[in-house]
T-cell receptor, first 116, second 114 residues
Framework: GAVVSQHPSRVICKSGTSVKIECRSLDFQATTMFWYRQFPKQSLMLMATSNEGSKATYEQGVEKDKFLINHASLTLSTLTVTSAHPEDSSFYIC????????????FGPGTRLTVL | GENVEQHPSTLSVQEGDSAVIKCTYS??????FPWYKQELGKGPQLIIDIRSNVGEKKDQRIAVTLNKTAKHFSLHITETQPEDSAVYFC?????????????FGSGTKLNVKP
């Protein structure tokens, strides 16, 4: 149980285009989803937290107009990188929490974004 | 906010030896401490966790200890195998409303030599 999927696993796009990444909880309802960014050989940096049906809470320094997060249902959250630039190239990972009195976050496999 | 420090950054052991990774945290309100294993190009996978009301937890070759007074917790892997080679992250978390924000350590790259 507690499986989280991400799609796509890899994406290459041109500078200036927008890219959408999907995160799904496959066998549980995720009241909260988290989006992280990870640079090579570095730790996970929390970008934002989203609760189903409400606006995402962004961490300090993360541009909310650039990284649009939608948590439309209890099993799906999307991250859209708008007007992507090469510096946005990174490994994006989502996690999901059921919020049922426990603390666990279950992570997706990640999405490798390369902006040319 | 919470600050989690993790040591060492790299660790190389011989197959069969034990490996220990240590983390410290700053906020005494943190009450949940998971450990994640991340293989290259993949998302982190939870391998063991411990809550603040427990001092030690063991799962086969993996154990975690927690010292709340000193604010540190450690991951112990015994009888290491080459497939244990990966990057390991510790995290500290506290309940916040209805979800829990994680603060991650910087990671330890474990290399188990056959």
């Amino acid at each position: 149980g507690a499986v989280v999927s991400q799609h796509p696993s890899r994406v290459i796009c041109k500078s200036g285009t927008s890219v959408k990444i999907e995160c799904r909880s496959l066998d549980f309802q995720a009241t909260t989803m988290f989006w992280y960014r990870q640079f090579p050989k570095q730790s996970l940096m929390l970008m934002a937290t989203s609760n189903e049906g409400s606006k995402a809470t962004y961490e300090q320094g993360v541009e909310k107009d650039k990284f649009l997060i939608n948590h439309a249902s209890l099993t799906l959250s999307t991250l859209t990188v708008t007007s992507a630039h090469p510096e946005d190239s990174s490994f994006y990972i989502c996690s999901a929490s059921s919020g049922l009195g426990v603390n666990e976050q279950f992570f997706g496999p990640g999405t490798r974004l390369t902006v040319l | 906010g919470e600050n989690v420090e993790q040591h060492p950054s790299t660790l190389s052991v011989q197959e069969g030896d034990s490996a220990v990774i240590k983390c410290t945290y700053s906020d005494s309100a943190s009450n949940y401490f998971p450990w994640y294993k991340q293989e290259l190009g993949k998302g982190p996978q939870l391998i063991i966790d411990i809550r603040s009301n427990v001092g030690e937890k063991k799962d086969q070759r993996i154990a975690v200890t927690l010292n709340k007074t000193a604010k540190h917790f450690s991951l112990h892997i015994t009888e290491t195998q080459p497939e244990d080679s990966a990057v390991y992250f510790c995290a500290a978390s506290m309940a916040l409303y209805n979800f829990n924000k994680f603060y991650f350590g910087s990671g330890t790259k474990l290399n188990v030599k056959p």
